[in-house]
């Protein structure tokens, strides 16, 4: 009677699991379907390739046209006529019904594209026949071009942008319904074995239980020493496994190790920009190279991941201190090497600390002294291998001073602006000072401000470093003739962390300076870093009256655009420029440039680094106004500066033997 009950009810669970299995076949068929049509409607919007193909175009012309401004070479005219007529033909793909579509979308951006291709279509005559144009013309193209190109790159980027978020929905759609797919497929998969468990005998199913048991021990012993993410040994295994090596170390002191302590570069900024998924398929991919180079070596003795994106390796050190470092390297190149996908293609550098025993050293400091090495090398520039040495800990020790003593040598008045003068290049007349932080500590001397500052940008103190600066230098002005303004240089992370603007009302109006005799200096990588937000500050700060200059002109990549955004009162012109004007032509006809250019915008032009009466000639057949450089005077405390240079303004007029003046005080 059992065997029958038993039977029957055998009976009934078979035909209850055929009726689930043709369940999962139809709902299996009904997702496969669905997933086919979702990746055939994520390309059907993408409209990534039609903007990207217009910013290309685009560019090339500005470069065509750039290179016939430069060179006036009849081949590269012809290269402006090709893009012209490309770009009139990418005007036309623009009117493709899903374009279209995708220019609706947004209110205004329709209109900005209509305008753009209006005011290229009035231009396209001028760039078809553009040899015929005079250099003024041409200046005038080239800024009337910048509107366009600036119009066409803005609305391919969304293209491109919209374009990579929708197919990233309709991935994730694909995505979640394999996902259902797998779960029925498992499904599918116990079901079957259950089927053939019923009839399998109650031993094999212990036997089963037991030899799993035994794995899941296994596996749970793995988990406890290695990192979930990466797979590596995690900290823990680490410890464990380096107690043991220096233990070994005791035992045979002749042994030498050596230890790379590795962090990544950029991570948390495509971490936090990309998502935490994008961020662990990263340190995945981060994990395979390490553990790839460091099996290939025969000296490894252990590649670990402590967390975030921080590894470690140990090895022995008896192939020699030039093996290790060349190893080193080595594992730096395949680190920093581009890490593709089907998406897209990341960039991502790091640094690395390396330290190796020596006879008389404690073994346990190893680690220290890689993680030492490791935080200088990142503080002057990163993407490098840096080996320990004792100066490296004094390094850090005088860091960790000048960090601490630095709030205080702010109370005391040990930091201090100096001035330079900026000089009328035709007159001779001081017109100006560079408010430039200097520090005087009472113990160390006069620290660089090449060491500090990157000191305060690193942490809150580049906020009140700057605000004493700039209070300073707006009480010192008060001490000046009134036709003398000042400028005062505003870091990036300053200009981020403060509230800038309520800062400078303040200062005004504490200090009773005429705000129209105060000048903030900003570099372009503030521009980089947000040009809308920074645009939006930047008015801001003008609407109280001061005057905004863009500092180190000519050394990045989007200068000219940035003074389409934004109404600046002055530019400096790099040094790296100033240098050469004497010995090459080609910085000589960039400084003419840009001053004819800033001449038509209404731009002041300052140029930097002046130091020899032959550049003083050079700016001034270019045009150039103001110089400030070591030919006028260092920088210099306030109560130093000669009385000539702020009354006569004599003592400033270049010297007629062609001589570098000395400095006006050193």
Known sequence: MHVRFASKGFRLFAVGAALVIVAIYFVHSSLITASEDAVERSARYDVAWVGAGGRLEAAKLQMALASYISTKDPQAA????????????????YEAPAFRAFLNAKPGRERILDRAEGEFLKARPQLLDVESLADGDLAEL???????????????????????EAAELYRQEVRRQQQLQRWLTTGLFVLIATVVGVVALQNRFLDRAHRQAKRNAVDFAHLARHDALTGLPNRMAFNET???????????????????????????????????????????????????????????????????????????????????????????ADVCLPYRSSDTTLMLGATIGVALSSSGSDAKDLLVDADLALSLAKAHGKGTVLRFDPNIRDTYERRSRLESDMRDALVA????????????????????LEALARWSHPALGMVSPCEFIPIAESSSVIVE???TILETACRDALNLPEEIGISVNLSVNQFLRDDIVETVRRTLQATGLPPQRLTLEVTESLMISDAGSAVDTLVRLKALGVSISLDD???????????????????????????ELETDRRARAIVRLITSMAGELGIHVTAEGVETNGQIDALSRAGCQTGQGYFYGKPMPLEDLAAAILNSFDASQPESNGSVREPIAS
């Open 78 to 93: 012809a290269q402006v006529a090709l893009y012209t007529e490309i770009l009139v033909n990418r005007f036309g793909i």
């Open 142 to 164: 080239t800024q009337r071009l910048a509107g366009v190109l600036s119009a066409v790159d803005r609305v391919g980027a969304e293209a491109h942008t919209e374009s990579v």
């Open 242 to 332: 380096f107690e043991r090596l220096i233990a070994e170390q005791s035992v045979c002191p002749d042994r030498g190790l050596a230890i790379f302590a590795i962090d990544l570069d950029g991570f948390k900024s495509i971490n936090d920009t990309l998502g935490h998924a994008v961020g662990d398929l990263l340190l995945r991919a981060v994990a395979e190279r390490l553990e790839r180079r460091t099996s290939s070596l025969s000296n490894t003795l252990i590649a670990a991941r402590l967390g975030g994106d921080e590894f470690v390796v140990v090895l022995d050190a008896a192939v020699g201190e030039d093996e290790v470092l060349s190893q080193a390297q080595r594992l730096l």
């Open 413 to 432: 008045g040990d930091i201090r602006p100096n001035y330079q003068p900026k000089v009328d290049i035709l007159t001779g007349r001081v017109i100006g």
């Open 465 to 467: 470093l700057g605000r």
């Open 553 to 579: 002109f000519g050394t990045g990549y989007s200068a000219l655009s940035y003074l389409r955004s934004f109404d600046w009162d002055e530019i400096k012109i790099d040094r790296s420029f100033v240098m």
